[in-house]
C-alpha cells in the first residue's frame, strides 16, 4: 500500500533553516503524481505550503515564497522541503501528502488521498 514517512523536523531559531523530507514506497512511476507539503498548528486547520505538480512546476504559499523550495528526487521517490529564514509562525506539525496521477500543483487539502505520519518544526523567537 501507498506508505509516505515524512522526516527531518525540529527545532531551531528563527532565521535558522531544516530540511524535510518525505520517502515514498507502496507505488510505482513516483514522478507522475502531484505532490504537497501541508502544516497545520495546534487549533488551526490544515494549510498547504507548497505544491509540485506531475511535471515537477512547484507552486507556494504566499507566506513561504522566497523563503522554502520544493522538489523531488524521482530516483530515490523522495519528496523534499528547503526551508529558510524560518520564523516563528512557521511553527507547525508538517505533512507531505500525494495527489493523483498527471495533476497539476495543488494546495487544496481535498486533492490528496495519502499523508505522512507528520513531523515536528518548532521555531523560537
Known amino acids: 500500500q501507498v506508505q509516505l514517512q515524512d522526516s527531518g523536523g525540529g527545532s531551531v531559531q528563527a532565521g535558522g533553516s531544516l530540511t524535510l523530507s518525505c520517502a515514498s514506497s507502496?507505488?510505482?512511476?513516483?514522478?507522475?503524481?502531484?505532490m504537497a507539503w501541508f502544516h497545520q498548528a495546534p487549533g488551526k486547520i490544515r494549510e498547504g505550503v507548497a505544491s509540485?505538480?506531475?511535471?515537477?512546476?512547484?507552486y507556494y504559499a504566499d507566506s513561504v515564497k522566497g523563503r522554502f523550495t520544493i522538489s523531488r528526487d524521482i530516483g530515490k521517490n523522495t519528496l523534499t522541503l528547503q526551508m529558510n529564514s524560518l520564523r516563528p509562525e512557521d511553527t507547525a506539525m508538517y505533512y507531505c501528502?500525494?495527489?493523483?496521477?498527471?495533476?497539476?500543483?495543488?494546495?487544496?487539502?481535498?486533492?490528496?488521498?495519502?499523508w505522512g505520519q507528520g513531523t515536528q518544526v518548532t521555531v523560537s523567537s
Open positions: 501528502a500525494r495527489g493523483n496521477a498527471y495533476e497539476g500543483a495543488s494546495l487544496v487539502h481535498q486533492h490528496y488521498a495519502y
Open positions: 507502496g507505488y510505482q512511476h513516483f514522478g507522475t503524481y502531484a
Open positions: 509540485i505538480s506531475w511535471d515537477g512546476v512547484p
